[in-house]
């Protein structure tokens, strides 16, 4: 796989990798302007000691008998230079244009006092010889091997502490500017307009501050729009059960015939029309609902029986055995509308009860009928979508069941998901994140 370079597409990574960069520049320019001026004034101290020395090496070695000499040299010596008694070695002479400065600030301490001569050796490590005569015409080599300037030992252990100290402090700018996006992003993620909004803390820096205080007015103005809208639509569906009830009392009063039929007919749908828009008007409301703790086991068998009753096909398989918390006049109307969905298209259902990988209770209601479109099984929860398989007469709806379903499937904590069996068929499966516990067994 190809690696390549590019911008970070994260708001952390690149403030970190802005900080960090900027800051290493910073410290990198002061670190190098500030050993340059050391190395500056270290060179200039060792040419100005070299100078010194040299000259009064020389001076010594000069004012001395000739057999005395070799027993000072080990005292003259020193770590990067030695003087020897002789012609020294064969070398290159060395050019006008690229004299070191050690060699010039020897030919500044002894110029005027002595002659000299300097060559270039050749070798692994490439050095320079400067030769000149003392007084009684004996030689005199100095061999130079010239050395960087001596570097500290903590210098390199400051850098990287340095360094270190960088990446922290940018590690913490960066979570302090990024905690808040991060929970202003949690917030929108678990904003839930049918529970009652939780605001933000709008303690802190006056941007953060700012910024939450705009989404606590956010969250209660889309609160009161839903609920604005939900009453307005309430208040239609109510207002039209009362002419309707009589014109379907006038149509009773007109005498049989084809018209009358359909409009009987066409009065019927319209009223449940009515009753699914109030249906759907008081979903919202479902997460007022007080919780309670029921046996979900019981709980699906009186449901499924009072199917049955009606010589309706509906079966349950598995079971739970658990006291489950939830708001059971919710989950029973959930339930009760994709039960009547199934038997609408089907003629039959199946409750199938269990748990997911997660430990999620997993209650899936389960047909026969025609199925859904891949590409509609998201859009057939929205309020008044169907299908186009649904507009009949015999069949059609209003399309608010599944919507009603997962408005409050929502309220309740859960998720409705909808998926085409193999074989043929839907299935409606309701999850439920809230831990359950083991029944208590009464003594």
Not at 191 to 212: C, Q, R, S, Y
Request: glycine share 6%; hydrophobic share 45%; aromatic share 6%.
């Amino acid at each position: 796989m190809k690696w390549r370079l590019g911008w970070p597409r994260t708001l952390a990574s690149q403030l970190s990798l802005i900080f960090l960069v900027s800051l290493v520049c910073a410290h990198g320019l002061s670190f190098s302007a500030q050993f340059y001026e050391r190395y500056i004034s270290a060179r200039t101290t060792m040419l100005d000691n070299l100078e010194n020395d040299v000259a009064t090496s020389v001076a010594i070695l000069d004012r001395l008998p000739a057999n005395e000499r070799a027993s000072w040299l080990p005292r003259l010596d020193r770590q990067n230079y030695r003087y020897l008694l002789n012609a020294g070695e064969s070398g290159e002479p060395m050019k006008s244009d690229d004299i070191p400065m050690a060699a010039a600030s020897i030919r500044h301490a002894l110029g005027e006092h002595y002659p000299l001569t300097f060559r270039t050796i050749p070798g692994l490590q490439k050095h320079f010889q400067a030769h000149l005569t003392l007084a009684d015409g004996n030689p005199i080599t100095l061999d130079v091997r010239p050395a960087a300037p001596p570097v500290a030992h903590w210098l390199p252990v400051v850098l990287v502490l340095q360094l270190a100290l960088l990446l922290g402090c940018t590690w913490a700018a960066v979570r302090l500017a990024i905690r808040p996006l991060t929970r202003l992003a949690r917030a929108v993620e678990t904003l839930d307009p049918n529970a009652h909004p939780t605001p933000l803390d709008e303690t802190g820096p006056t941007e953060v501050a700012h910024a939450a205080v705009a989404f606590n007015a956010m969250q209660q103005r889309i609160a009161e729009y839903l609920k604005e809208r939900m009453q307005i639509l309430a208040a239609i569906s109510h207002d039209l059960q009362t002419p309707i009830t009589r014109m379907k009392l006038r149509a009773e009063l007109m005498e049989d015939s084809t018209d009358r039929d359909k409009l009987w007919s066409d009065l019927g749908e319209m009223e449940h029309l009515v009753r699914e828009g109030v249906a759907y008007a008081r979903s919202v409301h479902g997460a007022s609902e007080a919780s309670a703790r029921i046996n979900l086991d019981a709980f699906l068998d009186s449901l499924v029986f009072d199917y049955q009753d009606m010589n309706k096909h509906v079966s349950l398989s598995g079971r739970s055995a658990r006291v489950f918390d939830t708001r059971p006049h919710a989950l029973r109307r959930v339930l009760v509308n994709l039960v009547d969905n199934a038997l609408k298209f089907a003629g039959s259902a199946e409750l199938e009860v269990g748990a997911t990988a997660t430990g999620e209770l997993s209650i899936k209601v389960l047909d026969r009928g025609p199925g859904i479109a891949e590409g509609e099984l998201t859009q057939v929860l929205q309020p008044f979508y169907r299908v186009e398989n649904s507009r009949n007469r015999g069949t059609g709806g209003t399309g608010l069941g599944l919507a009603i379903a997962q408005q409050l499937v929502v309220a309740i904590g859960g998720t409705l998901t909808l998926s085409n069996r193999l074989g043929g068929g839907l299935c409606a499966e309701i999850r439920l994140g809230r831990p359950v516990s083991r029944p208590r067994k009464d003594l």
